[in-house]
């Protein structure tokens, strides 16, 4: 199973980190039963080990007037594949980039503070992108579900 490495009490931990990441240590150890410091071990043990990777704030974009929140999908010649990821990586209005298997090679989440500000991303970077074959833009209307890492 995907826990495998994580003991009992780290899924502990973690199930109550995701839900409050701003928990104290000393709530976590009540809740699971171990002080305060052997709370803060476990933790840093997690961070060290990668297990955690950020404490970050979501922002929702739909609630921010103008914000267009979309996707892409491009499919690249393979040549071409990590300079794209790089040129993309680096750009501040891409959020999120995953390569994919199946037709498509990356798929691209961007969100723009308003549509001068896509037309102008589109324009001047994804147009530009070389080894492209094929890409879809599709705005992002509503959000349904956005679970960002695993859930236990």
Known sequence: ???????????????????NARMSYSDIGEQVGISRVAVKMRIRSLEERGVIEEYTTVINPQKISGAVSCYFEIELHPDFLQNV???????PIVTQIYRVTGKNKLHV????????????????????????????????????????????
Do not use: V, W
């Open 85 to 91: 990821i790089d040129q993309l990586y680096h750009h």
């Open 109 to 152: 989440h961007a969100i723009a503070a308003n549509q001068e500000e896509l037309d102008q991303f589109i324009c001047e970077t994804i147009d530009h992108l070389p080894g492209m074959e094929q890409i879809s833009c599709n705005i992002i209307l509503s959000r349904i579900k956005d679970i960002k890492g695993l859930r236990l």
């Open 1 to 19: 199973m995907f826990l495998d490495g994580l003991d009992e009490l780290d899924q502990k931990i973690l199930t109550l980190l995701i839900h």
